[in-house]
């Protein structure tokens, strides 16, 4: 089992720049990968970036070159570094965690954080 909270999100301007967190907690040594998606109101949830463990990273193109995906291992957090923000960029964000032990793959999520970017 793995436990995830985000922290971070916010109301920010267009052109601002919010930092989310993701905390992870529990069996963290089976983690492959993890991600953030989000969800805006009446879309579907889509990938925003992914970090895996052996540290490549992969971005949507919607936010390549103004999202960073990283993560700090001594503090088994995963954070996405959002600049330029833009009013598309509004939804709710989900820190995602994908493990695979003995052959089966599962998915974590966290309750989520909401971020608004303002005009």
């Known amino acids: 089992q793995v436990q995830l909270v985000e922290s971070g999100g916010g109301l920010v301007q267009e052109g601002g720049s919010l930092t989310l967190s993701c905390a992870a907690s529990?069996?963290?040594?089976?983690?492959?990968?993890m991600d953030w998606y989000r969800q805006a109101p009446g879309k579907q949830r889509e990938l925003v970036a992914q970090?895996?463990?052996?540290?490549?990273?992969n971005y949507a193109d919607s936010v390549k070159g103004r999202f960073t995906i990283s993560r700090n291992n001594a503090k088994d957090t995963v954070y996405l570094q959002m600049n330029s923000l833009k009013r598309e960029d509004t939804a709710m964000y989900y820190c995602?965690?994908?493990?695979?032990?003995?052959?089966?793959?599962?998915?974590?999520w966290g309750p989520g954080t909401q971020v608004t970017v303002s005009s």
């Open positions: 995602n965690a994908i493990t695979i032990r003995f052959g089966v793959l599962r998915n974590y």
């Open positions: 529990g069996s963290i040594f089976s983690i492959n990968a």
């Open positions: 970090i895996t463990s052996g540290g490549s990273t």
